[in-house]
């Protein structure tokens, strides 16, 4: 591994685990603030997000770092230099600030515009988990691989993000009516248990850049295929917190092929 890289990846599972304790002991006992799309925001939010920017731009200034709850800006930010990172301080707002553990810090590193690392700790299991196309998977340092394929049948679990475009949804009855769903409130962790093969697949319609900045890289270490429904983000060349919507569903090979199927 070429050494601008390994540093990184030193650098931003150190950065991530410093916040963990912030993070654990203000669950459920911060006030919630509201954005204009609607979406809840909590001091904690934005005091992770200042911690980690200030934690990488100690040791990278020329390295681009992007998140949700950066400044709003007329104009998006062109990532022109080597490096970007791009956080999801806490992903799973809305559980974080009601007590529900179901929540995560989110981290992806990006190399000009792709995503080639990710680090994603699991308030719910106290675990870090972390990797990228070609390095496999890590939790707590310890190696992990994708639980087997299996086809997709009634015993199938499915992670969706409700609520869902109209379209989408009609589209998607069949499995609805036939499937275990799980909406469990991150977008971050349902990518990563699609990636992982805890569950058979996840799609997902409502999620943004930072969302899935870390699971996309754990995809791509896996094998697990993942399909985005506008097109590629890929290589990503601009941020703004106003970026737009990155539909995608992911998972074991049967899933993407009913999905495509259903989809069209």
């Not at 992806?108 to 080639?116: D, I, K, N, R, T």
Request: net charge negative; aromatic share 8%; proline share 5%.
């Amino acid at each position: 591994m070429e050494k601008a890289l390994q540093v990184r990846i030193a650098t931003g599972r150190s950065a991530v685990l410093a916040q963990v304790e912030l993070f654990r002991e203000n669950l459920g006992r911060v006030e919630s603030q509201w954005k204009t799309d609607d979406s809840r925001v909590t001091r904690i939010d934005h005091a992770i997000s200042r911690n980690l920017e200030a934690y990488i731009r100690e040791l990278y200034p020329l390295d681009h770092f992007c998140s949700e709850e950066g400044q709003e800006t007329d104009e998006p930010t062109s990532l022109e230099n080597r490096f970007t990172w791009i956080a999801d301080p806490v992903d799973g707002t809305n559980n974080y600030a009601t007590g529900i553990p179901v929540c995560a810090i989110s981290l992806g590193l990006f190399e000009e515009g792709q995503p080639v690392y990710g680090f994603l700790y699991d308030l719910s299991r106290g675990i870090l988990t972390e990797g990228g196309p070609g390095q496999g998977l890590l939790e707590d340092g310890k190696k992990i691989k994708a639980l087997p394929e299996a086809p997709l049948g009634s015993r199938s679990t499915i992670g969706m993000h409700f609520p869902m475009p109209q379209d989408k949804l009609q589209k998607l009855m069949s499995l609805v009516e036939s499937r275990r769903l799980r909406s469990i409130g991150s977008g971050a962790l349902n990518l990563l248990h699609a990636a992982t093969g805890r569950i058979d697949g996840a799609i997902d319609c409502k999620v943004r850049i930072w969302d899935i900045a870390a699971g996309v890289a754990f995809a791509a270490a896996t094998g697990r295929q993942i399909h985005f429904l506008e097109g590629t983000p890929f290589p990503l060349q601009e941020f703004s917190v106003n970026s737009p919507l990155t539909p995608y569903y992911c998972g074991t090979k049967s899933f993407c092929e009913e999905l495509a199927s259903m989809l069209g």
